[in-house]
């Protein structure tokens, strides 16, 4: 069964420090892999995934995530951290075969300080 | 472009009342969804539509009912609520077209259902 992991539910960061979110997941297939980010009481929006080809993939807001195969890890970066960075982030994993259903991890929330 | 719109976006019942959350999209999206968000638990999804008329189960259906009469529209049913019921309900759309592109969509969220049962 696919599964997806972040480590550390609660992450802190100084403004202008680098970002380093981590997700891994279980998959035994190729997997599509997703990072959302949820800012208070609003749904989720889409910051980048990764389907096929390069590895590492750029997404809005600076951040960017590399696919790394053999440590079934998609961590999230951003050179520096921005005060309205300050969110919850959601790692999220969908198989070839499940039609868009997404499996999530359990969130992490993202505290930038002044 | 409103995107997916939920209403209500508050609610209070009590054990063993029913209600009904509705759930609606502009992008004439074929697949839509009903997630529950719990803390420290990620989102986990409860039912699923990949077209007007068609409902299947996703990780956690029990207690819950859905309906996709309408492309547009698909409401999450709890017929006897309980306070394990009590989260924040996401619904959430995405375009299918190939099935290559519906399995890398992204899902279009709305701003969520905020439910609490006493």
């Known amino acids: 069964a696919q599964s997806v992991t972040q480590l550390g539910s609660h992450v802190s960061v100084s403004e202008g420090a680098l970002v380093l979110l981590r997700c891994n997941y279980s998959?035994?297939?190729?997997?599509?892999l997703f990072w959302y980010v949820q800012y208070p009481n609003q749904g989720l929006q889409l910051l980048l995934k990764?389907?096929?080809?390069?590895?590492l993939v750029k997404g809005i807001n600076g951040f960017e995530a590399e696919f790394k195969k053999s440590e079934t890890s998609f961590h999230l970066t951003k050179p520096s951290a921005h005060m309205s960075d300050a969110a919850e982030y959601f790692c999220?994993?969908?198989?070839?075969?499940?039609?868009?259903?997404?499996?999530f991890g359990q969130g992490t929330e993202l505290s930038v300080k002044p | 472009n409103a995107g997916v719109t939920q209403t209500p976006k508050f609610r209070v019942l009590k054990t063993g009342q029913s209600m009904t959350l509705l759930c609606a999209q502009d992008?004439?999206?074929?697949?839509m969804y009903w997630y529950r968000q719990d803390p420290g638990m990620g989102l986990r999804l409860i039912h699923y539509?990949?077209?007007?008329?068609?409902?299947a189960k996703g990780e956690v259906p029990d207690g819950y009912n859905v309906s996709r009469l309408k492309k547009q529209n698909f409401l999450l049913g709890l017929e006897s609520a309980a306070p394990s019921q009590t989260s924040v309900y996401f619904c959430?759309?995405?375009?299918?077209?190939?099935?290559?592109?519906?399995?890398?969509?992204?899902?279009?969220f709305g701003n969520g259902t905020r439910l609490t049962v006493t």
């Open positions: 959430a759309s995405s375009y299918s077209g190939t099935s290559l592109t519906s399995y890398n969509s992204p899902l279009h």
């Open positions: 992008m004439n999206h074929e697949y």
């Open positions: 539509s990949v077209g007007e008329g068609t409902t």
């Open positions: 990764y389907t096929t080809g390069a590895t």
């Open positions: 999220a994993v969908s198989r070839y075969n499940q039609g868009g259903k997404l499996i």
């Open positions: 998959s035994s297939v190729p997997p599509y």
